[in-house]
């Protein structure tokens, strides 16, 4: 008699979490900058100083040798763009809003539309950011040429959604452990720098040297768009399964972790951090 029957069909529900999903992404974009062209500009700056940085460490160190036959650019464009795609997606993910965030008090959001909006607004600033870089290179410079671009859009996708799955197992761990949590994000994200190998031909890497990288799963990904990029590539040391087994299990830990937090979600969380 007392009971309030939600009489929203699912098709109602699943528009009412597209539109919360929507304006999550326009606040997540808008988070960096109050404008959000400025936000996509800022990254793009970003990505062509590393793009810049490293074809000028390549050409000094005489290190130009070591890569693919193809242009030099696009080698070098598919190790920064994951790489960035990947530790931004982790950032986005464990900076979103948390269960005891004040967003929470306004129905219908909850803690997924949070999670979902950070990691694809992360994921439209990397995509834009690298499409624009592209152009423009295309353009003024050269015409890209890549052997597989489905391929190596599905490699920039799992690069993304690993970074996501990280960042969703330190987002549940991180009110337990801020400063474990704070600390381990600033040192991967770091020393992803180096050990996502994006500076390396995997295929011409010694085994003692391929055990330093074949754990993290950026290194897969990066390996692999490579394969995909150029047509006389063909990597050995790496798989596509590996990264994406990997995604899907920290997806699942991270899941149930994020769950048994929000059952303990605490006011004074905030107050700590």
């Known amino acids: 008699?007392?009971?309030?029957?939600?009489?929203?069909?699912?098709?109602?529900?699943?528009?009412?979490?597209?539109?919360l999903v929507y304006h999550g992404i326009v606040r997540s974009v808008r988070k960096a900058h109050g404008n959000p062209l400025m936000s996509i500009l800022v990254n793009v700056l970003?990505?062509?100083?590393?793009?810049?940085?490293?074809y000028f460490m390549f050409t000094v160190l005489g290190l130009r040798g070591m890569k693919v036959r193809g242009d030099f650019l696009i080698f070098i464009m598919t190790g920064i763009f994951l790489f960035m795609t990947h530790v931004k997606a982790l950032g986005a993910v464990l900076g979103s809003e948390g269960p005891a965030s004040p967003m929470m008090q306004h129905a219908p959001m909850n803690t997924a539309v949070a999670i979902l909006s950070a990691a694809l607004g992360s994921l439209y600033i990397q995509l834009l950011s690298a499409f624009l870089v592209l152009f423009v290179y295309h353009v003024a410079f050269t015409p890209v040429e890549l052997h597989d671009p489905v391929g190596v859009l599905g490699m920039f996708l799992l690069a993304w959604f690993t970074g996501a799955a990280i960042g969703l197992v330190l987002l549940a761990l991180k009110p337990w452990l801020p400063t474990f949590v704070s600390i381990f994000a600033m040192v991967y994200q770091r020393?992803?720098?180096?050990?996502?190998?994006?500076?390396?031909?995997?295929?011409?890497?010694?085994?003692?040297?391929?055990?330093?990288?074949?754990?993290?799963?950026?290194?897969?990904?990066?390996?692999?768009?490579?394969?995909?990029?150029?047509?006389?590539?063909?990597?050995?040391?790496?798989?596509?399964?590996?990264?994406?087994?990997?995604?899907?299990?920290?997806?699942?830990?991270?899941?149930?972790?994020?769950?048994?937090?929000?059952?303990?979600?605490?006011?004074?969380?905030?107050?700590?951090?």
């Open 1 to 19: 008699m007392f009971q309030q029957s939600d009489t929203r069909g699912r098709g109602n529900s699943a528009v009412t979490l597209l539109e």
């Open 46 to 54: 970003q990505t062509v100083v590393f793009v810049l940085a490293f």
């Open 191 to 273: 020393a992803n720098m180096i050990a996502s190998g994006k500076m390396f031909v995997a295929n011409m890497m010694p085994g003692y040297m391929l055990v330093m990288f074949d754990w993290n799963p950026l290194f897969h990904a990066i390996d692999q768009s490579r394969g995909f990029a150029f047509a006389n590539y063909f990597p050995r040391n790496s798989s596509i399964e590996y990264p994406l087994t990997v995604g899907l299990v920290l997806v699942m830990i991270g899941l149930m972790g994020e769950y048994f937090t929000r059952k303990h979600a605490s006011a004074s969380w905030y107050a700590r951090h």
